[in-house]
């Protein structure tokens, strides 16, 4: 059944006819976000997270839906009135290249305007599709609050390297 705040994507050829969906997740969601996430985990291009902390941060997510399959997630995680972070955003690989990724960091964007929130980041290893979006590459050193609050309980902390990017939201 369609949810309120659902929206119905462009329609592409790559999609076999289905409208994909695009709205926030819901709590039958986590399994197949779990799987989506652990597809490029196991490739080192994303942390993985464990079903605990998805449960816990379901409220951040969005997800796109293509004939009933959950085939994209991404979510907006919020660490001060000053800073949010565009995380866990991911499109299957079957799906890749036809907008889905552009349209989940629009709706996260735009998520984060509404709450008023004034910036925006990501640590990502594709800063060049996160630059067509309007994010640009800034220090890490710049971010204190995702380097002190979540970076220091990466395996990765002392060779980190993805390049992190910034969106400014007036
Ligand atoms: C990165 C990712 C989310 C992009 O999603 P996507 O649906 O394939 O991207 P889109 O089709 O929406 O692309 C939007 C634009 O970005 C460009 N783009 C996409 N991937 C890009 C990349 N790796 N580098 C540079 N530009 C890229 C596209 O060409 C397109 O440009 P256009 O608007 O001029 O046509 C997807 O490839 C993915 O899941 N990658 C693996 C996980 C990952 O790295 N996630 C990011 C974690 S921060």
Redesign the pocket.
């Known amino acids: 059944m369609p949810q309120p705040d659902q929206e119905n994507l462009q329609n592409d050829s790559a999609f076999g006819g289905a409208v994909p969906h695009l709205r926030p997740a819901a709590i039958t969601d986590v399994p197949e976000i779990h799987e989506l996430l652990d597809e ?1 985990a196991r490739m080192g ?2 942390l993985p997270r464990p079903y605990s902390e998805l449960y816990r941060h379901l409220r951040d997510f969005f997800v796109i839906e293509i004939g009933g399959k959950l085939v994209a997630c991404g979510a907006l995680e919020i660490f001060t009135e000053n800073l949010g972070e ?1 995380r866990s ?3 299957s690989k079957q799906y ?8 989940l960091v629009q709706r996260i964007v735009d998520e984060a305007r509404q709450i008023g929130l004034r910036r925006i980041m ?5 800063p ?2 996160f630059h ?1 979006l309007g994010f640009r590459t800034v220090p890490k050193d710049t971010l204190p609050e995702k380097v002190w609050g979540i970076c220091v309980k990466c395996y990765k902390f002392n060779a980190c390297d993805e390049t992190a990017v910034l969106l400014e939201i007036w």
């Not at 990501?122 to 594709?126: D, F, G, K, S």
């Open positions: 490029y291009n994303l565009v955003l991911v499109v890749e290249g036809h907008g889905l990724g552009k349209n990501a640590l990502t290893y594709v060049g599709f067509k």
